[in-house]
């Protein structure tokens, strides 16, 4: 089905004649609207972004301001470009990537702090850990949910930017010994860890928090 | 990019079987056994030329008959980064390794 363009508009920002995609008064914008993330100001740009639309639907496009960040909200269904004949052009469904923010380091004052998650993760270990007695059949579950506490623990302390590797060792006390080791291959400026161990009269356990900086 | 935990899994457990392979558990020689085993997987690992960054952990544990578990929880892009884990044990005793494969944007 052709549709016929609507007459160019001069003295657009941008490119120059790109045909912009009608808007009629009866587009469901207002279902639209409430989905669209608060942070995003609602005008359009005259670069409109075109995902696939086999089955396109007439709303307006969801677009970011200029340099703005769009949310990972997977392919819309959005307009399709008309060209200067009239015809829709498809085009295949664009992953969306964010800009780059040539940021190599972390902000000064913005370190992964070893001392701080050190606290925080004795803390957590003590008072999860407390007067909790060894067992065979809850052993694994408890460790799971350990690592599990102590990774978001420390996802509060620590600034953004960082991915987290949270790994709890628990174990029965008895009469063996035991020694953890680990090395990293890492960037030594922005990146470092922290462990903390906690034992009982029945066990032990050792945990240790790498976080590494994003680029 | 997606991490090839198999990859790891052979390479560690190359690393294990040569540091540790007939020995028996010595308290002494712990600390250096621990320290080959980390030091020779990291730089097989890196060998393997791929932009990761990488944290290898190692417990030795002597066999007692006590329990252990380990567990981890990791913050960060599932699409490409991995882990992989390593057991292996003797008659002696047990050894953990863990390799956590974090990867770099470039």
Same mark, same amino acid.
């Given at each position: 089905?052709?549709?016929?363009?609507?007459?160019?508009?001069?003295?657009?920002?941008?490119?120059?004649?790109?045909?912009?995609?009608?808007?009629?008064?009866?587009?469901?914008?207002?279902?639209?609207?409430?989905?669209?993330?608060?942070?995003?100001?609602?005008?359009?740009?005259?670069?409109?972004?075109?995902?696939?639309?086999?089955?396109?639907?007439?709303?307006?496009?969801?677009?970011?301001?200029?340099?703005?960040?769009?949310?990972?909200?997977?392919?819309?269904?959005?307009?399709?470009?008309?060209?200067?004949?009239?015809?829709?052009?498809?085009?295949?469904?664009?992953?969306?990537?964010?800009?780059?923010?040539?940021?190599?380091?972390?902000?000064?004052?913005?370190?992964?702090?070893?001392?701080?998650?050190?606290?925080?993760?004795?803390?957590?270990?003590?008072?999860?850990?407390?007067?909790?007695?060894?067992?065979?059949?809850?052993?694994?579950?408890?460790?799971?949910?350990?690592?599990?506490?102590?990774?978001?623990?420390?996802?509060?302390?620590?600034?953004?930017?960082?991915?987290?590797?949270?790994?709890?060792?628990?174990?029965?006390?008895?009469?063996?010994?035991?020694?953890?080791?680990?090395?990293?291959?890492?960037?030594?400026?922005?990146?470092?860890?922290?462990?903390?161990?906690?034992?009982?009269?029945?066990?032990?356990?050792?945990?240790?928090?790498?976080?590494?900086?994003?680029? | 990019?997606?991490?090839? $935990? @198999?990859?790891? /899994? #052979?390479? &560690?457990?190359?690393?294990?079987?040569?540091?540790?392979?007939? $020995? @028996?558990?010595? /308290? #002494?020689? &712990?600390?250096?056994?621990?320290?080959?085993?980390?030091?020779?997987?990291?730089?097989?690992?890196?060998?393997?030329?791929?932009?990761?960054?990488?944290?290898?952990?190692?417990?030795?544990?002597?066999?007692?008959?006590?329990?252990?578990?380990?567990?981890?929880?990791?913050?960060?892009?599932?699409?490409?980064?991995?882990?992989?884990?390593?057991?292996?044990?003797?008659?002696?005793?047990?050894?953990?390794?863990?390799?956590?494969?974090?990867?770099?944007?470039?």
């Amino acid at each position: 089905m052709q549709r016929r363009p609507p007459p160019a508009r001069q003295g657009e920002p941008g490119s120059p004649r790109v045909r912009r995609c009608p808007s009629p008064a009866w587009e469901p914008r207002s279902s639209w609207h409430h989905r669209r993330p608060p942070l995003l100001p609602s005008r359009r740009s005259s670069m409109l972004s075109v995902l696939n639309a086999p089955f396109a639907s007439r709303r307006s496009s969801l677009v970011a301001a200029p340099g703005g960040r769009r949310p990972a909200v997977g392919p819309w269904m959005l307009h399709s470009r008309v060209s200067f004949s009239g015809l829709p052009l498809f085009q295949p469904i664009q992953e969306i990537r964010y800009e780059n923010t040539y940021r190599m380091q972390p902000d000064e004052g913005c370190k992964f702090s070893a001392c701080r998650v050190r606290r925080v993760l004795e803390s957590a270990l003590a008072a999860s850990l407390g007067d909790a007695a060894y067992s065979a059949q809850s052993g694994a579950q408890l460790a799971h949910s350990l690592a599990d506490l102590l990774r978001s623990r420390a996802k509060e302390v620590v600034p953004p930017r960082y991915k987290l590797v949270c790994h709890v060792l628990l174990g029965q006390r008895g009469q063996q010994s035991l020694l953890v080791a680990s090395r990293a291959l890492w960037d030594p400026q922005s990146d470092s860890f922290a462990s903390a161990t906690f034992s009982n009269a029945s066990l032990f356990a050792v945990a240790t928090v790498h976080g590494l900086y994003f680029e | 990019m997606i991490f090839n $935990a @198999d990859e790891a /899994h #052979n390479i &560690v457990k190359e690393c294990i079987e040569g540091v540790l392979g007939k $020995a @028996d558990y010595n /308290h #002494n020689k &712990v600390n250096q056994w621990t320290a080959a085993i980390v030091e020779q997987s990291l730089t097989h690992l890196v060998k393997l030329g791929k932009t990761y960054k990488y944290i290898v952990t190692c417990a030795v544990m002597q066999r007692s008959g006590a329990g252990l578990h380990t567990a981890s929880s990791c913050f960060w892009d599932t699409t490409t980064d991995g882990t992989c884990t390593v057991r292996w044990e003797n008659r002696t005793m047990n050894c953990i390794v863990n390799v956590f494969a974090v990867a770099i944007i470039l």
